[in-house]
């Protein structure tokens, strides 16, 4: 009878609020933490958080700021810093000034701001899939719907066919939207596949969002290619870009948005100015660490494409498993030959061990709107150092057989 | 023919972004600017960005720091920093754990975090005007409708009767959002009014959201009441707090929602976990400044009182001024005698000058969603010296006369 009272005193949480996704590496967090009670050893092949260092130049500007009060800085994010910013595209051939740039809270808020400001309640965005799970919930919080086009792992995750997203288009749809490298996927498109979105997306007049945060994590001798180094996209083009991966700085929470529509500078501009502005520390590391020497990258170039040598050349080695090629980023998506990667992977943390060590990985199905595939995929990052993805490898092949055989 | 072309080609900004308000501050800037350029000192009443330094213990930490990889940290921010916030709540006389309170990217984003999990689009939140001009931005970034009670610089913009907010609730009507004490207007919610308040949200199932930034900024002896301080709203309470004022520390983006709600806490984190977390630096400094000294916050207030006592006895001098007299917060709302606070305010930057200084003032229109309201009011923070407060007021005078005069 009180639980009834207490129930109807409530007042009611949204359709909307209801509809966010949990994060799909949180539900397995509580069996992580119990495995570590039961003093197992964790190998966390499930996230996205670089062990690098970040530059000792960007640790050392926080160190010796003389702010006395810290105060607002500019919604749009300091002159100094967008300045700064301007010039370091221009090395990567990106063509844009200071004032094609906002700096965001993270290029989690960049993405927020680009789909408030070009989507309605209900308006579509077409994203290929499996793509970077919280796109789920920034497309939930804008009340944008999402419409997949499905990558296949067989291809390496490349761009599906162009006539696929086509076929999608309607008047709702408002953007294309694309991770370059890919998270999950590894995937680096092609100066070819750009160009197709690029006459799509001109063609419609929508939008083309490139996710450009793993920009420098590229292997093999290969080119990122920007949507804004010379596509004709200076009307359609809204990069996302972060400092979280590029100098191991996730922490900080800086990103921007950086677009040469006006219109579309001037309308995000006025969401960033109702949060105020982006944080005045991680500016200030943010701006150091442009400064970051290119031997700081070139040895986490090598780190990295080591790690993902390895990595797939073990991988590669267990009966049953297909893992796709990744050419940039730092995760690899791999396709298990178990029933369903989320209740193995929970497995893995609540019932399996080789020596007191496991791993936790990340299952697939949240990287992918459309419901039942992927499902006995895993992300996995390649975050850790070489001797323990060896060893995570291990206990992964293992398992496969453990698991299989029960 | 090109610029016809180009329009053609142009994907379109939404229906929500054209809608988002620019801030009613910010289209003074350039005129500000002009007018420095020009050689004029400019006395800026407009802003919320106190002068007060930030907490050394604050600034301390982050020099400390032995961040070697700035990583993120916890989406409901970290353990420890929760921890100690409930105990600064608990000597506030508000009784809440960790697990109520979720760390956010400011006092905006545990505003728009609390939206999103109560509203959907065109749902209506309730709120006294003038309020804080960014919950518009807020509101229209959620599809959410502010549905408007005026409040009078009569009653010193007192609570308007309950009757008032009674009338205006629907079956789309989901919260209730007060600022207290108020920005702009200084005031500072009673006991009874918070009563009043805590009954019509129960008998309506509706949340009560409380912005409490100002908390401690509270004069003559008053008592702040939080919502969370015996009102029986373990289910319908909401705070958004931020340590931007508190602790002079607009910069650092660090504030958070707090609620015995679980549902509601529990979905808010779902949003949190999308930007996956607020800033670590600014998280360091904000856990540091819990150790603030009382006496940093006696001097402050002291300062602040003082501020006041001689802004408001000023104003009142002028002749056909009205002023509110703020019991809290550190703005007040002044009626002046001009036909329009807009373009006075932009007369006062452009056209105006006393000894080569002016001074900018934040017009109150862009406070008031009901339009033709309080268009002759400004809002003026007394977030500068006394010597300088005494000069704007001054000017101020000499202002009125001569624009009235021309």
């Not at 609020?17 to 069996?31: F, T």
């Not at 992580?32 to 670089?50: S, T």
């Not at 660490?289 to 390895?310: C, H, N």
Request: charged share 20%; glycine share 6%.
């Amino acid at each position: 009878m009180s639980q009834i009272t207490i129930i109807k005193n409530m007042p009611i949480i949204s359709t909307k609020g209801k509809n966010m996704p949990e994060s799909p590496i949180r539900k397995l967090v509580p069996y992580a933490e119990d495995a570590k009670k039961r003093g197992i050893e964790v190998f966390h092949l499930n996230i996205g958080q670089p062990d690098i260092n970040t530059p000792q130049i960007a640790l050392d500007a926080i160190k010796n700021n003389t702010i006395k009060v810290l105060a607002y800085s500019r919604s749009e994010g300091s002159e100094e810093y967008r300045t700064k910013i301007a010039a370091y595209y221009a090395k990567n051939n990106i063509d844009v000034t200071a004032s094609d740039i906002i700096v965001t809270t993270g290029g989690s808020e960049a993405l927020l701001f680009a789909m408030g400001s070009i989507t309605d309640p209900n308006d579509e965005i077409i994203i290929p899939e499996p793509f970077y799970a919280n796109y789920i919930g920034f497309s939930t919080a804008s009340g944008v719907k999402i419409v997949p086009v499905i990558s296949k792992i067989e291809n390496n995750f490349a761009l599906p066919p162009i006539s696929e997203f086509e076929k999608l288009i309607t008047p709702k749809t408002k953007a294309i939207l694309i991770c370059n490298p890919g998270n999950p996927t590894g995937y680096l498109y092609s100066k070819e596949e750009i160009e197709k979105l690029a006459e799509i997306v001109k063609k419609h007049n929508l939008f083309l969002i490139a996710d450009e945060v793993y920009r420098e994590f590229v292997y093999d001798n290969e080119q990122h290619q920007s949507i804004l180094s010379g596509f004709g996209l200076d009307n359609h083009a809204i990069i996302i870009d972060s400092v979280s991966k590029r100098y191991s700085m996730c922490g900080a929470r800086i990103g921007c948005l950086v677009s040469k529509n006006k219109e579309l500078i001037q309308t995000a501009l006025k969401f960033a100015q109702a949060r105020l502005s982006p944080p005045t520390f991680a500016q200030i590391a943010s701006e150091a660490a442009l400064d970051t020497p290119q031997s700081y990258f070139d040895e986490v170039i090598v780190e990295y494409k080591g790690r993902r040598d390895l990595l797939i050349q073990e991988l590669n080695k267990i009966e049953g498993v297909k893992v796709a090629n990744p050419k940039g980023a730092f995760y690899c998506v791999a396709e298990l030959p178990v029933d369903n990667a989320d209740k193995f992977a929970q497995w893995l943390l609540e019932d399996f061990n080789l020596n007191n060590q496991t791993v936790m990985v990340a299952p697939c199905a949240g990287f992918y709107s459309t419901p039942g595939i992927g499902t006995n995929q895993v992300r996995i990052a390649y975050v850790l150092k070489k001797e323990d993805l060896i060893k995570s490898v291990e206990i992964l092949k293992l398992a496969i057989e453990t698991y299989n055989n029960n």
